[in-house]
């Protein structure tokens, strides 16, 4: 089987063997956004045509392709929901040469009744599960972070939270960013960060301390951009990990051990999920799906 | 007595009866950032220079004209502290044809140790409270919007938040903007951020909510702002407003009306303060100063 985990931004192949172990992977020219209308067969050619020439028959694919914008709509399924479900509902696109399926992406109501949606993370969040683990939480850093919890082997729920691009807005275009140097690193000064979002007062006051810290000498420029990060960061895992968890960090790059140091600072326990997560989520879901 | 409330972008001067009454209000010519290097006895002649050959000759100054960018540099007195506190701390300046003195301003530290500091806005908070009024709590909307406790006659802490510059730059510079159409105003869709942000989940989560809801067509472009006003605004009372309480309003403009519907909902009494706030919180000041 042929998996793809395909975004709006890039796009990763997997070629797998029947038993769902990873033979290849490679990354492909782009996202979704790169592909002209009417242009998705013949990106997928591109990407993985060689693999098909082999006799791979069955392609399934993740993400922003079964978007509106993607290659063909594949709706929403709604929560709680697991692998079964997603392979029951996968969606049939026409290739020529192979037999291509989309995993349809999950919707989801918070507490609130505010609605909550994911494309491609479902399957990610399947694939970080250890083997035989029907339970877990799971977080997968960035600039919109969200959170899923399993139990039963279903995504009962998640939540996205707007940090990353919450701390960008407020270092680039607030009176704090005045004051900052430099990036958001592990250290003393994330970490008073996250200290200081267990305290009273709310974010927006924690937000203007990170100034008058820096007026009064006490965060220095080069420590300040760590010191929100933490706030935020701190605030997230605070409202996310509602009781000290086990949690698997699914992603790469600075975030990884910014996040690791909040869970565990926060009580939890963080350990990495495997970067290849959605190649073991679509194999699972591959072996489930209905191909003929 | 001349009373002149002098911040940094504006600047308004007040002439007072020897028992306090507001006689004449004259908005100056701008704040300190306009006054260049040694120019503040010229500015302030400019300003008030015709009141001086009336015979005046007791002239009172708060704001940000007694900081390092003023006129000169009354350091901060302490929290807690009271109008004969700050009039034995006025700072005097030397001035041809008046006794000109600065009213320091405040500092504090909040719970945590964080400190905070304003200028200005602690004349103001004496000036909102009703005659004989030892107790109250005061809010100052704004970019960096304030909260003031006073018990037993004196200031004994405050809080700033972030909010409004937050709500610009998530507005002006996230994913958030790019679904909204027109302000933020009172009414259904600001009162829907407000009872949003009393939810579970966090900031960091209701931010994104503003997206999903208008992605799934149950916020429409022209209400988002007032939702994400009603989150910010909504979060920020409940941390400041930590018991249903009366609050004295000081300000101008649409955020008086947003903020005293918000503290509505919360269960609290909003009622506007006197704009003037600042030439009556100067009288009783300046009563109680030794100007020889």
Same mark, same amino acid.
């Given at each position: 089987?042929?998996?793809?985990?395909?975004?709006?931004?890039?796009?990763?192949?997997?070629?797998?063997?029947?038993?769902?172990?990873?033979?290849?992977?490679?990354?492909?020219?782009?996202?979704?956004?790169?592909?002209?209308?009417?242009?998705?067969?013949?990106?997928?050619?591109?990407?993985?045509?060689?693999?098909?020439?082999?006799?791979?028959?069955?392609?399934?694919?993740?993400?922003?392709? $079964?978007?509106?914008?993607?290659?063909?709509? *594949? /709706?929403?399924? %709604?929560?709680? +929901? =697991?692998?079964?479900?997603? &392979?029951?509902?996968?969606?049939?696109?026409?290739?020529?040469?192979?037999?291509?399926?989309?995993?349809?992406?999950?919707?989801?109501?918070?507490?609130?009744?505010?609605?909550?949606?994911?494309?491609?993370?479902?399957?990610?969040?399947?694939?970080?599960?250890?083997?035989?683990?029907?339970?877990?939480?799971?977080?997968?850093?960035?600039?919109?972070?969200?959170?899923?919890?399993?139990?039963?082997?279903?995504?009962?729920?998640?939540?996205?939270?707007?940090?990353?691009?919450?701390?960008?807005?407020?270092?680039?275009?607030?009176?704090? $960013?005045?004051?900052?140097?430099?990036?958001? *690193? /592990?250290?003393? %000064?994330?970490? +008073? =960060?996250?200290?200081?979002? &267990?305290?009273?007062?709310?974010?927006?006051?924690?937000?203007?301390?990170?100034?008058?810290?820096?007026?009064?000498?006490?965060?220095?420029?080069?420590?300040?951009?760590?010191?929100?990060?933490?706030?935020?960061?701190?605030?997230?895992?605070?409202?996310?990990?509602?009781?000290?968890?086990?949690?698997?960090?699914?992603?790469?790059?600075?975030?990884?051990?910014?996040?690791?140091?909040?869970?565990?600072?926060?009580?939890?326990?963080?350990?990495?999920?495997?970067?290849?997560?959605?190649?073991?989520?679509?194999?699972?879901?591959?072996?489930?799906?209905?191909?003929?």
């Amino acid at each position: 089987m042929i998996a793809v985990d395909w975004g709006t931004s890039s796009a990763r192949a997997y070629r797998l063997a029947p038993d769902g172990r990873l033979l290849e992977r490679r990354e492909g020219a782009g996202g979704i956004l790169r592909v002209p209308e009417g242009g998705f067969p013949a990106a997928l050619a591109a990407m993985v045509g060689d693999w098909l020439a082999d006799g791979e028959a069955q392609v399934l694919l993740s993400g922003m392709v $079964g978007s509106r914008q993607g290659w063909q709509e *594949a /709706p929403y399924l %709604a929560c709680p +929901a =697991g692998l079964d479900d997603l &392979a029951g509902a996968v969606v049939p696109v026409p290739f020529e040469g192979a037999i291509v399926r989309l995993v349809p992406g999950l919707s989801a109501a918070d507490p609130g009744g505010v609605p909550e949606v994911m494309r491609g993370e479902e399957v990610q969040v399947f694939g970080a599960l250890g083997p035989g683990d029907a339970d877990g939480l799971i977080c997968l850093p960035g600039s919109h972070a969200k959170w899923a919890r399993v139990a039963d082997g279903r995504i009962t729920g998640f939540s996205t939270h707007l940090t990353g691009e919450a701390f960008a807005a407020l270092k680039d275009h607030t009176i704090l $960013g005045r004051m900052m140097t430099g990036t958001a *690193a /592990p250290g003393p %000064a994330f970490e +008073a =960060g996250i200290a200081r979002s &267990a305290e009273t007062g709310g974010l927006l006051h924690h937000l203007f301390g990170t100034r008058t810290l820096g007026l009064f000498g006490r965060l220095a420029p080069e420590d300040s951009a760590s010191y929100l990060s933490g706030l935020l960061i701190g605030h997230e895992v605070a409202a996310a990990m509602t009781t000290p968890s086990l949690v698997r960090l699914l992603g790469s790059g600075p975030l990884m051990a910014l996040y690791g140091r909040a869970i565990a600072l926060k009580g939890g326990e963080a350990v990495a999920g495997d970067v290849d997560a959605a190649a073991r989520g679509l194999a699972l879901i591959g072996e489930r799906t209905q191909w003929t």
